[in-house]
């Protein structure tokens, strides 16, 4: 079965930090694009960035550029997102996603992140 | 204010037709593949219109997508109640060198 299982959501603090993982299974990890999409409380979807296969691309959407960081380790079929110096408006379910040309295929559940004080 | 435009909610009776407009620019729909997204509620998202028009396997031939120059329009017909949700637009903007959401329509089935 195709699964993409996100973890290491929580409440932190403003100016903060956080690692979310995402575990990818049933599908040719290592050869396939990934992407973070965030979905902040009551709002739209926001895609959030993506990384090439081999790690060598990676793209980000202004308002996290400089302050998170995407991720992979192909040998563990493993998708990351650094982010530091968080934000209250980075509040949010963040999905991982597999990225294909020109949509999102796969999509894992969702891990919460929270930032308050 | 989302790059790609779409009316904040449409609704239509069980078993009639809707569809929803997802309106960009050259820089965006024009130039790039669209895929529409159904977000039922608390659930992620799932994809069902991918390369503006195809379906992937198990979308059912009810849902179906077009593009026409910077427009692009998701249709649903034979609506069922179980179709209400959160429907998104998606590309990629290249002057932003990323991927964009539409705002998000809410589908009612009265």
């Known amino acids: 079965e195709v699964q993409l299982v996100e973890s290491g959501g929580g409440l932190v603090q403003p100016g903060g930090s956080l690692r979310l993982s995402c575990a990818a299974s049933g599908f040719s990890f290592s050869t396939s694009w990934m992407a973070w999409v965030r979905q902040a409380p009551g709002k739209g979807l926001e895609w959030v960035a993506n990384i090439k296969e081999d790690g060598s691309t990676k793209n980000y959407v202004d308002s996290v550029k400089g302050r998170f960081t995407i991720s992979r380790d192909n040998a563990k079929n493993s998708l990351y997102l650094q982010m530091n110096s968080l934000r209250v408006e980075d509040t949010a379910i963040y999905y991982c996603?597999?990225?294909?040309?020109?949509?999102?295929?796969?999509w894992g559940k969702g891990t919460t992140v929270t930032v308050s004080s | 204010q989302s790059v790609l435009t779409q009316p904040p909610s449409v609704s239509a009776a069980p078993g009639q037709r809707v569809t929803i407009s997802c309106s960009g620019s050259?820089?965006?729909?024009?130039?790039?593949?669209v895929s529409w997204y159904q977000q039922l509620p608390g659930t992620a998202p799932k994809l069902l219109i991918y390369q503006n028009n195809k379906r992937p396997s198990g979308i059912p031939d009810r849902f179906s997508g077009s593009k026409s120059g910077t427009s692009a329009t998701l249709g649903i017909t034979g609506l069922q109640t179980g179709d209400e949700a959160n429907y998104y637009c998606?590309?990629?903007?290249?002057?932003?060198?990323?991927?964009?959401f539409g705002g998000g329509t809410s589908l009612t089935v009265l």
């Open positions: 998606g590309t990629w903007e290249n002057s932003l060198s990323a991927w964009v």
């Open positions: 050259s820089s965006n729909i024009e130039n790039n593949y």
């Open positions: 996603a597999r990225w294909r040309i020109g949509y999102m295929d796969v």
